[in-house]
């Protein structure tokens, strides 16, 4: 069973930038899709973004040209660099890969 661990959340002022990180641990292969999704208070859970190796990379729409996910070659640690930061992006992150779930991370964006 893979364990997913978050880390890099935190508070930071509008307009500023954080970077998530997530390391998969407990297998022995290459994770094909690794991706983080969010949720907000009140929210639903949703996708922030999703890379495959050697396939597509998805963004959600609130997020495309802020955020880029992105993965240390040859690892199952991935990476979500976000820009540009707005109070709207305050939720829960958590990284998601073979049908598990991190603990999440808290990211707070305030004055």
């Known amino acids: 069973q893979v364990q997913l661990v978050e880390s890099g959340g935190g508070l930071v002022q509008p307009g500023g930038s954080l970077t998530l990180s997530c390391a998969a641990s407990?297998?022995?292969?290459?994770?094909?899709?690794m991706g983080w999704y969010r949720q907000g208070s009140g929210n639903q859970r949703e996708l922030v973004a999703a890379l495959t190796n050697g396939g597509p990379t998805n963004y959600g729409d609130s997020v495309k040209g802020r955020f880029t996910i992105s993965r240390r070659a040859g690892t199952n640690t991935v990476y979500l660099q976000m820009n540009s930061l707005k109070r709207e992006d305050t939720a829960v992150y958590y990284c998601a890969a073979l049908g598990g779930w991190g603990q999440g991370t808290q990211v707070t964006v305030s004055e």
């Open positions: 407990g297998i022995t292969f290459n994770i094909k899709t």
